[in-house]
Structure formats: C-alpha cells, structure tokens
C-alpha cells in the first residue's frame, strides 16, 4: 500500500510539473520569438500625463507605514520611514475621473537633511490605451522641489524594455483630509 501511495505522489509531481513545464515554455517563446524581432522593431515615443491619488490617512489611507528606524521619531525629514503605496490613477486632478489604473510600490525617506524619497513605483495600467501594460519608475524623489524627474527603467506589455524619464508635481495637497494629487507627465520611448 506504501509502495501505490509513493507511485502515486511522484505520477501525480510528474504530470503537475509537465503541465506548468508546457504552460510557461508557451510564453517563454512567446517573449523570446519577440525579443528576436527586437532589431526589426521600430521605436515609438510617447507622452503621457496622469494623476495620482494619494490618501495618506483615515480608514480608505492608499499609504501604509510598513516599518521605520530607530531615529525616524526624531528625524525632521523623517529618515529611515518606509511606506507601501496602492494609489489610484487618473486621467484628470479629479478622483471622479476616467480611471487608468494603479501606481502601486513603495516608498522610502531616505535623506538626512532635506524630504527627499527613495521611490519604486510601478505604474499599472487597467484601462485605455495602454491597458495590460506597466511602467516602472525609480528613483529619488525631493518632494518639495518643483519638475521632479525620476528615470522609467522599464516596462511590460506594450512597454516592455520602456526606457524615458518622469516629471512629478504636486498638483494639490488638502491637509485636513490628508490628502494629495500628484500630477506625471512620463516620456517614454519603447518597441512595436
């Protein structure tokens, strides 16, 4: 009865394993027939102008403290906070706008002297154009400068191997209701 259990449980991680096996070879050449395309693709320049909604407080809060040094209590610039993000985007200041999608990642004060941010952002997009596909943005971030550019490193979808750079504003920020609106102009250029 052992020696049928055992023959059971290797059949049946055998046929679970040729399956997902099968599954992601499917996309894997997929990707690589159009990566082997890539010198006869052409490349497309976009830009792109969005909002961010950003809840920083009270119970539907987008930013969640996820962990903090010993000296962020005491910091003025709130060094070593790191917060995850799940904002909404759209396509106007306003929340009740079309909504394109999520700027979702995580964010980290990481200056000494002025509020200055460590930012990975992915930008993921659910509806329009650009429906299915990503941007990821990261670097640092001052938040109290003006045209804060930030380099897009990458992309999936429509923009994969996405390479461009970001300009970041705070459109409005209302301190009673916590709560902010980021305007993105994204410059992106990527394959077809």
């Known amino acids: 009865m052992q020696r049928l259990s055992a023959i059971f449980i290797v059949c049946s991680l055998l046929i679970a394993g040729s399956s997902y096996a099968s599954s ?3 996309e894997t050449l997929e990707a690589e027939k159009w990566f082997r395309k890539l010198s006869q693709r052409r490349e497309k320049v976009a830009k792109l102008r969005f909002y961010i909604q950003d809840i920083l407080g009270g119970p539907n809060a987008t930013i969640w403290e996820v962990a903090r040094s010993d000296i962020t209590s005491l910091s003025h610039t709130m060094f070593g906070q790191v917060r995850v993000l799940d904002d909404l985007i759209t396509a106007q200041p306003d929340p ?17 002297r002025e509020s200055a941010l460590a930012m990975n952002l992915n930008f993921v997009f659910t509806a329009g154009k650009y429906n299915g596909s990503t941007l990821c943005v990261v670097g640092r971030n001052p938040i109290d400068a003006v045209d804060r550019e930030l380099p897009v490193v990458g992309g999936t979808g429509v923009f994969r191997m996405a390479r461009g750079f970001s300009i970041s504003n705070t459109y409005s920020y209302d301190p009673v209701q916590n709560y902010g609106v980021l ?5 992106v250029s990527y394959y077809v």
Do not use: H, M
Request: net charge neutral; proline share 0%; glycine share 8%.
């Open 96 to 112: 009740n706008s079309e909504k394109l999608g999520r700027a979702q990642g995580f964010i980290t004060s990481a200056d000494l």
């Open 24 to 26: 992601t070879s499917k």
């Open 183 to 187: 305007e993105y102009i994204v410059y």
